[in-house]
């Protein structure tokens, strides 16, 4: 455990100072931008090294791992973020554990998210995942809402009991013309981010970037980073 320790610390040290040099580069204090390590396939002993190493934001993608490893952490002074697709018939389980919801993509989700937020008397964070290579079916290929529909599905998150909305979320496109081309994908969710502030002036939450590009993030003025590979290394799948 000592050496996984020591592995997991010189990687969470190598990312801080990739992203407080990205910070410097752009102007920006370090203290704007958030890590969020994204825990998903690794174990909840994983977890307790990085909440001794002083993470404080840990995200999941499946709901069937997320649920036990946050159950198993309860007593760490965590905030779980879940930012896989989402499926209704996870959402109460989800609701369990989550702080916030970074892939809210449609209406169906939002009323279910508010259904189950209320009976559990839970109040979520919600980000709207925005797909940047959404097409004809106004969805992208890794789910999403078109930049067209985020100002209605916004409107609902901000109505809806048991919901606060706080910004906004993308993953860089493989498709369409933001195919390789992060820093411009970036810059694009800020320019959404200010139109959706001046209806909702506290959803203020961006959050882009990842292992490989969260230094366009951080440029592009991301206050939110999600991690995964560099801090925790490639391990085996989680059975």
Wanted: proline share 4%; hydrophobic share 45%; charged share 25%.
């Amino acid at each position: 455990m000592t050496d996984r320790r020591d592995e997991l610390a010189g990687n969470l040290a190598k990312v801080e100072e990739r992203i407080a040099a990205a910070c410097a580069a752009a102007g920006r204090p370090r203290d704007e931008v958030t890590l969020i390590v994204v825990t998903k396939t690794y174990p909840a002993s994983d977890v307790r090294i990085l909440a001794e190493l002083g993470v404080r934001h840990v995200a999941e993608n499946r709901d069937q791992d997320a649920a036990p490893k946050a159950a198993e952490c309860a007593d760490l002074p965590l905030s779980w973020h879940f930012v896989g697709q989402l499926q209704t018939n996870k959402v109460r389980s989800v609701i369990g554990y989550a702080d916030l919801v970074q892939s809210v993509d449609r209406v169906k989700l939002v009323t279910a998210l508010s259904k189950e937020a209320v009976r559990a008397g839970r109040e979520i964070g919600c980000l709207l995942q925005v797909a940047l290579d959404a097409g004809a079916s106004g969805r992208g290929e890794r789910g999403g809402v078109a930049p067209a529909g985020i100002e209605e599905l916004a409107d609902l998150v901000a109505a809806s009991p048991g919901l606060r909305l706080e910004g906004l979320m993308t993953v860089a496109p493989l498709t369409g013309e933001y195919a390789g081309r992060q820093r411009a994908a970036f810059e694009r969710l800020m320019d959404l981010s200010t139109d959706l502030r001046r209806t909702h002036p506290t959803a203020t939450m961006v959050s882009a970037g990842m292992s490989a590009d969260l230094e366009e993030a951080v440029a592009a003025g991301a206050t939110h980073v999600r991690v995964g590979t560099a801090v925790l290394g490639v391990r085996p799948r989680l059975r």
